[in-house]
């Protein structure tokens, strides 16, 4: 009993102690307020967006926010945007949130954090926003809930397969293949005349994980389109999927060397170099190896994963998106800021300035070449929405592929490791 | 007789008190909240948790291979790095206390890699391993350069090695070099002109006297070790698959990534900050011994 | 005395070896900042064909310079000041006072060394903001006594073992009370003990990344290790950049430890003579 008062009153003197700084703080920051003055309504928006290497386009998009918010409704916002980096954001978010800390806008990946999100009750139900029906029918999905609701605007929006060296294919005089055994033959014909077909970068899990999505969601689509369902229900089986390892031993047998000691930039660097004529990687490395060889002509294509030349599809998912914390004090003008990335006007500018993909109408510039690359297949109707796989799934999966390549894994130890994850997960996630 | 001990506990009390107090508010009672999750299956984001009892612990140490496979990954790195961490540190301390003109650049220059941001550090490493060494094997003929030396498990367990021995050994041998100033030159000359060698005098003189440097040297390798996450994330993410995954490393996914089984997470780390203890009060017992005898 | 020439010569050969390699991937990191990305990925350890000084002009901007500078002083002088003033009092108290109170208070103090950051990460920030210490400096520097003083009141409970009793029983009996014995007589004979300490510290407070990227919410406030960690994009880490960042979060480190290297000397030089 002693012991339990005596802890209090320490923790008591300690908060009385750091109180005096917490109210400093507090001080310094009325006065900020109270300088933007008159009568006008003061709010302070908190932001967690981890791209800091947007931080000028963000910083520029929100002023002229703030500037609208103040001509339309009177309203002072001060933004406080924080920028952690991808590496370490859903970390900090998570502890955040944990803390209860929440940010009133944050940026969260649509496919991966979405569904965990959302069943936590951290995300607010943004249905009714005007933004929604400014959406391209093909993004929307991306950002709706299993009950059909709308939790998130999406800012960076992806149309990939995989990544290939135009100049070569042309000099070589070939077009991406459409079946496997036409892959086959490609590889064939590469290394005929010394090149080697695929540049391997498996350092990072993430990179061979992204199998995964491309060859599962080819074979949901298919003739397997309940199998996320069936999974979620404990019902199904990876084993289904054991197709997939078809092309990622024809990758390997036919890439580069040392592939576990290559990360995600060496890789770029290889490919700029031409050290391989295609990659399994995408087009959100376009920066880097631009930045290698500014000349460099690549390409999007999709990727093979059996002879049926249907299945032969571009993956559309949507990553980056912002929503609003349930939790927010200051709903009014976060609603304001969400409908203010689709703008009528000054959205175009802002996506443009980003260099992502347009995700509604009026959005009106163009787009790099291997987007519009993308394009040729999506409007073909040869794409598919990213199927909805547990992040905690992609994430074993990584490891396995990584484990499978260097020759610690057999096929159908990756396979049960998967279905073992996704048991998991549905058990955690009740 | 009363009256002094209640003197003494107020001034013990006075002393002590504003360390303790904000030890207590910022690493004490975050600590015993960290331990009260792990009897829980929190999973980080859920706002509601139920208490397991022991499950999280009984889940860890019986179902859970990978986490065993870090444990004893993590093991085998204490280990070597104990052992030659200090081994490395001591030979420097001592080499360059003999040094009069050159003693404060190799001082500088070995505790130089403490300077940088670790992770940073370990990024500029992989360069190394993955592109300068293969360079030097093409140029100078020594084909054993070429190797896998982070995408191999066998081999990137000694890429890891050298790349903490790198980092870590400067900081020792600081604190070796800190003991050794405290050894009287005097003693040393006696030694040596009873007609003891350079080693015997080191064995019989200086061991002796810096046994208390040793054991803070041996404690702070023992913890540092188990604790090593960064040197291992920046080399290799702990691949290929786990197979170079310390124990930090697999709390942290089970914690972040994964499904963010927080209260999980929370028993590994239980379960490693017991092994640490124990390793600990082993080693601060021998030790003690020891210096008892010296 | 040949002998002793010959190993002498040994030595330093064995030093210089060592230093190379100690030196080598700083080496590394300093020619291949004067390189843009794709030279760099050309080959690591070729010499810059051209300097490339715009990579600093570009760091020096990216990174707000300046003011993460500032950031990082701040709070590893409070934390520094703060963990020195409270351990060295503590230490002290603690290796001076027999007794199980005394002992069991140390083995906490101690013990809770052992404890991985990660476990406590999401307790310690839910502490930080029910005490608004979360988000500025002060507040983090506060955070970091309560984090190091564990550490500095190990290395003072060793040290102030070396110091006689002699002098505090001496002082006394010339009529100090305890504060003033500690103030007068003690602390300034930790001196070397404190260099060492605030070293350590400083080393860990200025390179530490995960505790301020936890506490600091706005990008001002950042310090240099976090402004540096910005240029780690997602897909696109701007190496050139971040080697030339480091080298310039490096040398405010370098300076501040020849600084205090000296010291150290001086420190020691003092006690010798005094002893």
């Known amino acids: 009993m002693k012991k339990i008062v005596k802890g209090m009153m320490i923790t008591a003197l300690a908060a009385t102690v750091l109180a005096g700084c917490g109210n400093n703080a507090n001080s310094t920051d009325n006065e900020g307020g109270s300088t933007g003055g008159g009568e006008a309504k003061s709010v302070k928006l908190k932001m967690f967006i981890a791209q800091p290497r947007f931080k000028e386009q963000y910083d520029k998009y929100i002023a002229a926010f703030v500037a609208k918010e103040k001509a339309d409704k009177n309203i002072d916002v001060s933004v406080q945007l924080e920028m952690p980096t991808s590496d370490n954001a859903a970390q900090i978010l998570k502890t955040r949130l944990a803390s209860n800390d929440a940010p009133d806008i944050f940026a969260l990946h649509a496919t991966n954090e979405i569904p965990s999100y959302y069943k936590a009750g951290y995300l607010e139900d943004l249905s009714d926003q005007p933004f929604v029906g400014k959406l391209l029918d093909s993004v929307k999905p991306a950002v709706t809930t299993n009950d059909g609701k709308v939790v998130a605007v999406p800012l960076e929006t992806i149309s990939w397969g995989y990544l290939y060296n135009k100049k070569i294919f042309t000099e070589q005089g070939i077009t991406p293949p459409t079946t496997l055994t036409e892959m086959k033959a490609v590889t064939e014909k590469l290394k005929a005349n010394k090149i080697t077909p695929f540049v391997l970068s498996y350092k990072e899990a993430w990179i061979p994980q992204l199998l995964l999505p491309l060859a599962a969601g080819a074979l949901i689509e298919t003739g397997n389109k309940d199998f996320v369902e069936r999974m979620n229900k404990d019902e199904g089986s990876f084993t289904e999927m054991k197709s997939m390892f078809d092309i990622f031993d024809l990758i390997n047998a036919n890439g580069t060397d040392k592939a576990t000691e290559v990360g995600g930039d060496d890789g770029a660097a290889a490919f700029a170099a031409g050290k391989g004529a295609m990659w399994l990687q995408g087009p959100w490395y376009a920066e880097t190896i631009l930045k290698n060889d500014p000349n460099m002509d690549f390409g999007v294509a999709p990727l093979p994963i059996n002879d049926n030349p249907d299945a032969t599809l571009i993956n559309m998912g949507a990553s980056t998106s912002l929503a609003v914390s349930k939790t927010t004090k200051n709903k009014e003008v976060a609603l304001d800021f969400i409908n203010y990335v689709l703008d009528d006007t000054a959205s175009n500018d802002f996506f443009q300035s980003l260099k992502f993909n347009p995700i509604s109408n009026i959005h009106t510039y163009d787009s790099y070449p291997w987007v519009n690359d993308a394009m040729v297949y999506i409007k073909e109707g040869k794409a598919y929405q990213e199927p909805k796989i547990p992040q905690s799934v992609k994430d074993e999966v990584g490891k396995g592929l990584q484990a499978y390549y260097a020759g610690q894994l057999s096929q159908d130890d990756v396979l049960k490791a998967l279905d073992k994850a996704w048991q998991s997960y549905n058990k955690v996630n009740k | ?294 | 005395m040949r002998q002793n020439k010959a190993s002498s010569i040994l030595i330093t050969v064995i030093l210089s070896i060592g230093a190379a390699i100690s030196f080598f991937p700083i080496y590394l990191a300093i020619i291949n900042s004067f390189k843009t990305q794709g030279e760099m990925f050309k080959s690591f350890i070729s010499l810059p064909t051209k300097l490339h000084f715009n990579n600093y002009a570009d760091a020096f901007n990216q990174i707000n310079l300046l003011n993460s500078t500032v950031n990082s002083i701040v709070i590893s002088v409070i934390g520094i000041g703060g963990i020195v003033f409270c351990a060295a009092l503590a230490g002290y108290k603690l290796s001076r006072t027999s007794g199980k109170i005394s002992s069991f208070i140390f083995f906490l103090f101690i013990a809770s060394m052992l404890v991985p950051f990660h476990s406590i990460m999401i307790p310690l920030t839910r502490m930080a903001k029910a005490l608004s210490v979360q988000g500025s400096t002060y507040g983090l520097a506060i955070i970091y006594i309560g984090l190091g003083v564990n550490m500095a009141i190990f290395l003072y409970h060793g040290f102030v073992k070396s110091i006689p009793r002699e002098l505090e029983e001496a002082a006394q009996i010339d009529g100090c009370n305890e504060y003033q014995t500690f103030f007068k007589i003690i602390f300034p004979l930790l001196v070397p003990i404190t260099v060492t300490i605030s070293i350590l510290d400083f080393l860990w407070i200025w390179n530490d990344f995960l505790l301020p990227l936890l506490m600091l919410t706005d990008t001002s406030n950042y310090t240099l290790i976090l402004s540096t960690n910005t240029l780690f994009g997602e897909y696109n880490k701007e190496w050139s950049l971040i080697l030339a960042a480091l080298v310039l979060t490096a040398i405010p480190v370098i300076i501040i430890y020849s600084f205090f290297q000296r010291f150290i000397m001086h420190g020691i030089a003092e006690g010798a003579v005094k002893g």
């Open chain 2, 1 to 294: 007789m009363p009256t002094k001990s209640y003197k003494k506990y107020i001034s013990l009390f006075t002393f002590v008190a504003p360390a303790f107090i904000l030890y207590a508010v910022f690493l004490l009672i975050p600590t015993i909240s960290g331990m009260v999750y792990s009897f829980t299956d929190w999973n980080g984001l859920n706002r509601n948790y139920d208490f397991i009892g022991f499950g999280n612990f009984v889940e860890a140490l019986t179902e859970d291979p990978d986490f065993v496979g870090s444990l004893l990954f993590t093991l085998k790195y204490v280990v070597f790095m104990v052992v030659l961490q200090n081994v490395f540190a001591l030979l420097l301390a001592v080499f360059i206390e003999s040094r009069r003109k050159t003693k404060g650049f190799f001082r500088t220059i070995f505790f130089m890699p403490n300077m940088i941001s670790t992770i940073i550090s370990a990024f500029m490493w992989t360069f190394v391993f993955a592109q300068v060494l293969p360079q030097l094997a093409e140029k100078t003929a020594l084909t054993f350069l070429d190797q896998a030396w982070i995408g191999d498990p066998k081999v990137s367990f000694f890429s890891i090695l050298t790349v903490s021995l790198w980092n870590g050994v400067g900081y020792m041998m600081i604190i070796y070099l800190a003991g050794l100033q405290g050894v009287p030159q005097s003693l040393k000359e006696a030694a040596r002109i009873d007609g003891a060698n350079a080693f015997q005098t080191f064995r019989n003189v200086t061991l002796p006297m810096i046994t208390h440097a040793i054991t803070i040297c041996f404690f702070l390798t023992l913890n540092g070790a188990f604790k090593v996450f960064e040197v291992v994330y920046g080399l290799t993410g702990g691949g290929p698959g786990r197979s170079t995954q310390v124990i930090t490393m697999n709390i942290y996914e089970e914690a972040f990534s994964n499904n963010f089984r927080y209260g999980y997470a929370s028993a590994k780390s239980v379960i490693l900050f017991i092994i640490i203890l124990i390793f600990t009060f082993i080693q601060i017992q021998v030790m003690k011994r020891r210096e008892v005898e010296a």
